[in-house]
């Protein structure tokens, strides 16, 4: 994490859900990717435990990726621990601002086992089960997230709120842009 929070203080792990991380162990290893094989990891949450499956690829120079499947997802979808008083309601999708947007989508394509396609911004995008991954040039993603700081890579997010008008937040290094949420 020490190389990560060098190059910049915002977010550097990004997880992606899995349905089967068996298969998605195998489908990395068809994809020249090595893991670690599928682990059960336990953090407390307000007494309980909640588990999670996940795989371990080496990092990619952008950041941590985790494949993982919640086991206790009911632990983790509670409204005394989902609601946020800036009505914060999904996370719709990490950005990548980088050099080289096809090397990066190349990377995170084949750790989430799905196809990219090309940007309407001008990058990349792999649509997940929920959200959307994107990688786009660092100068698309200045015009995304004004005024964020960072070398690149950099990685940006977009959070759906309940109320309220699109805005972004700089806080801590990580520049999160609001937007309404579609129901």
């Not at 203080?9 to 349905?19: C, D, K, R, T, Y």
């Not at 792999?126 to 959200?131: H, T």
């Not at 100068?139 to 995304?144: F, P």
């Amino acid at each position: 994490m020490d190389r990560f929070l060098a190059i910049d203080p915002g977010a550097h792990i990004l997880a992606l859900e899995l349905n089967d991380e068996a298969a998605a162990l195998d489908s990395l290893r068809c994809a020249g990717v090595t893991s670690d094989e599928a682990s059960i990891t336990e953090c407390d949450a307000g007494g309980e435990k909640a588990r999670f499956a996940m795989l371990m690829p080496p990092d990619l120079p952008e950041e941590r990726v985790l494949p993982l499947r919640h086991l206790t997802r009911d632990l983790l979808r509670r409204l005394d621990n989902t609601v946020h008083p800036n009505h914060a309601a999904v996370l719709t999708e990490a950005i990548y601002t980088v050099d080289a947007p096809a090397e990066t989508m190349t990377r995170l394509s084949r750790l989430a086992g799905h196809p990219a396609e090309p940007d309407p911004l001008g990058g990349y995008r792999v649509a997940l089960a929920r959200g959307t991954v994107r990688t786009l040039a660092c100068q698309v993603g200045a015009s995304l997230f004004p005024a964020a700081i960072g070398t690149a890579p950099v990685i940006r997010l977009t959070i759906a709120r309940e109320a309220g008008t699109d805005r972004v937040v700089h806080a801590y290094g990580v520049a999160i842009r609001f937007t309404a949420a579609s129901h």
